[in-house]
């Protein structure tokens, strides 16, 4: 899946001249906590953030006698440019999800601006965005139901595995595997059309593969 797919499209931006209070105005009607800096032609060249208006205020309202009306005041008359950030971690349009959703963790930011060939905005995607298509991914906004099965880490498991859950009949709507505590074995994370797991669980570990269950890991 590609960021394009989920981004937020023509996204809330700002020019370089405009005041700190209009951009705290624009968050907080658009429910939000980051902004793009982009120039006249539309290209990046920061970005702003509830946090960095927060960090500039704080210090000048400790100020003995400083007034909501001078606040407010400061707010208006300081531009954006003196308080963005000017080096912006950014996606692509060519970005798959999964590069998202390394940049977003690896750097510890809420959202990443999308940038076409031309460094010009064209969306913003966040971390919420992120879940929302990890929701949708691994089939949780279907009637399902979830099942660890163990399989030996070698070629044809898996396909024993799907012919036993198969055999009833029912849709696996998402997969996913990981490798497992112990060596030469994954896990694989079924999410399964049915809410009744009982006999394909019984059907598996007559198979042969194991199911965990989680409370075995509290005695681990």
């Known amino acids: 899946m590609f960021v394009a797919r989920r981004m937020q499209k023509n996204p809330v931006t700002l020019p370089p001249s405009a005041s700190l209070y209009e951009a705290q105005e624009k968050m907080r009607m658009r429910a939000i906590h980051q902004i793009p800096v982009v120039s006249t032609d539309g290209k990046l060249v920061g970005i702003l953030s509830d946090r960095d208006i927060r960090a500039i205020v704080l210090p000048v309202g400790m100020i003995p006698g400083f007034t909501a009306e001078e606040a407010e005041k400061f707010l208006k008359n300081t531009p954006v440019e003196k308080v963005m950030k000017r080096k912006v971690i950014v996606a692509t349009l060519a970005d798959t999800l999964e590069d998202a959703i390394g940049l977003l963790y690896n750097y510890k930011i809420n959202s990443l601006p999308v940038v076409d060939k031309d460094d010009k905005v064209v969306g913003i995607i966040s971390r919420t965005n992120v879940l929302e298509a990890f929701i949708e ?43 497992h505590l112990g060596p030469g074995k994954r896990t694989c994370y079924f999410r399964i059309g049915t809410l009744n797991l009982g006999p394909i669980r019984k059907a598996l570990e007559e198979a042969g593969f194991e199911i965990l269950d989680p409370s075995t890991f509290l005695q681990r």
């Not at 991914?137 to 859950?165: H, N, Y």
């Open 137 to 179: 991914v691994i089939g949780m906004d279907e009637v399902s139901s979830r099942l660890d099965v163990v399989v030996p880490d070698k070629p044809g498991s898996m396909a024993q595995v799907f012919a036993v859950i198969s055999s009833f009949h029912v849709n696996i709507t998402s997969i996913l595997t990981t490798g």
